[in-house]
């Protein structure tokens, strides 16, 4: 059996790497007042060979007693069953999330390796996601044709003047809607 | 009659930290060199004779290295005189804000193609820096015009997004074919390195820098002012250059000589001088 938990991390503090990818939006690619906001936050999926209840407090002992996911002094974290919850089902009606992800590169393998060395194994596999919660000016509505393929061009990096959060050589991409839909842009 | 002086503007983003030194390195090869301001203003960056991005953390690598700094008006003015055919060279950081403009590798005219992804290295992650040995692997550009192929130049390495990769398949067998990939990592004796610790990043073909298809815009990620003079290479360091540093010892006029990164700035200034004719 393998069960699969998210930690879904996120800064108490103000977040000066959001500010400056809403001012490259709003100013640097001209996209002004259409984009109120932005939060950044990482997920980190984890595989474990256990059942849920034993998965759960396994992984919250990680982030606990490891600090290698977060640090409690200006982290919250919050610790998921992913078949209990889905990234994006917290989405105001105004926003869109963007995860980005890197391509090729073992990042999950050092962060298993790392929580081995400090005696905190367990977990099979970890994969680590960027995700961009990005507010719009209004509702996104079903049927939108205006938002939704602007949302989708800054995501990714095609052009000096399109795209910011993925470059698609090498990083992933897909942008979750406020009612369930997800669009893969880059696998 | 004594030759003109090439003007070479070394661009300054918040966040970056290699730009005196750049400009010494640039000073001590036969140019001149002032350090502009990314809010400047850009109708005094035509004066310049070529332009150099150098090495840092613009922006503090929010987003993605060279991400924010790509989006700036400062690089549309860049893409202006890029496109009149004077050189760029982006280091490092410098590199990695050129690759997400799209003017490298540039074989389709902006459009990103590239991308400088985080090292990959066997049981270790992140930062890393080291003398690489550099091979010649093209002429044919604005930071190669004065060496030779196949020369071994020992130039340091610091990054943690370093790895040249891309998603279009066959790019970079046509980069090579067109004598657009400048340098490659090596082992000391000069074979390419396609492993680590040669290869310090994991990088597509063991590529250190790429240029488009003109030559007169590169991307590199070893950083060439930190190897501008002999005494800057370490007297440990295998290879030509090593023993050059080891015979010097002690003799300062020696010490002062260009080192191997100073080929890269004798190249700069030699494409200015010359234009960049048809090398390849």
């Known amino acids: ?187 | 009659m004594a030759e003109r002086e090439p003007r070479i503007a070394v661009i300054r983003f918040p966040g970056m930290n290699c730009e005196e030194e750049t400009r010494r390195a640039i000073l001590a090869h036969g140019m001149s060199s002032d350090i502009f301001m990314w809010n400047g203003p850009t109708d005094v960056l035509a004066d310049y004779d070529g332009y150099v991005l150098p090495g840092g953390f613009s922006y503090q690598d929010r987003v993605r290295a060279g991400a924010i700094a790509a989006k700036d008006r400062v690089i549309e003015c860049l893409f202006e005189q890029a496109q009149l055919g004077k050189p760029l060279i982006g280091i490092c950081n410098g590199a990695q804000i050129l690759l997400e403009t799209g003017l490298v590798p540039g074989t389709e005219e902006g459009v990103v193609q590239m991308g400088l992804a985080r090292n990959v290295m066997p049981g270790r992650d992140g930062y890393y820096t080291r003398w690489a040995h550099c091979r010649i692997a093209s002429i044919g550009s604005c930071a190669t015009c004065a060496t030779k192929p196949d020369d071994v130049l020992p130039i340091p390495v610091a990054h943690a997004e370093g790895r040249f990769v891309t998603a279009t398949d066959g790019l970079i067998e046509e980069l090579a074919e067109h004598g657009q990939i400048v340098l490659r990592y090596a082992r000391p004796d000069g074979a390419v390195g396609d492993e680590f610790p040669w290869n310090p990043n994991g990088s597509a073909m063991a590529i250190a820098a790429v240029s488009n298809p003109r030559g007169n815009v590169v991307a590199m990620m070893p950083h060439p002012e930190r190897s501008s003079w002999l005494f800057q290479v370490p007297v440990t360091l295998s290879g030509v250059w090593g023993r050059r540093r080891r015979v010097a010892r002690g003799r300062s006029a020696a010490l002062s000589g260009s080192g191997p990164g100073g080929l890269v700035m004798e190249s700069l200034r030699r494409f200015v001088l010359e234009g960049d004719g048809s090398r390849r």
């Not at chain 1, 999926?45 to 396994?58: T, Y």
């Open chain 1, 1 to 187: 059996m393998t069960e699969r938990i998210l930690l879904s991390i996120s800064l108490k503090v103000p977040d000066n790497e959001a500010r400056s990818a809403l001012e490259a939006l709003r100013v640097k690619m001209g996209f002004g007042e259409l984009f109120t906001g932005l939060v950044r936050e990482e997920l980190w999926e984890l595989e474990f060979d256990e059942p849920r209840g034993e998965a759960l407090a396994r992984a919250e002992e990680l982030v606990a007693k490891t600090n290698l996911f977060a640090n409690p002094n200006k982290h919250r974290c919050e610790v998921h069953a992913a078949a209990e919850w889905a990234l994006g089902d917290d989405l105001g009606a105004d926003e869109a999330s963007i995860v980005v992800a890197d391509r090729g590169h073992p990042e999950g393998e050092g962060m298993l390796t790392a929580l081995a060395r400090v005696g905190a194994g367990g977990a099979r596999t970890a994969r680590r996601f960027i995700v961009w919660r990005i507010r719009v000016a209004r509702d996104i509505p079903r049927d939108d044709h205006r938002v939704i393929p602007v949302i989708e061009r800054v995501a990714v990096t095609t052009s000096r003047t399109t795209g910011l959060f993925c470059n698609p050589h090498s990083q992933t991409a897909r942008v979750l809607l406020p009612w369930g839909e997800e669009k893969v842009l880059v696998a």
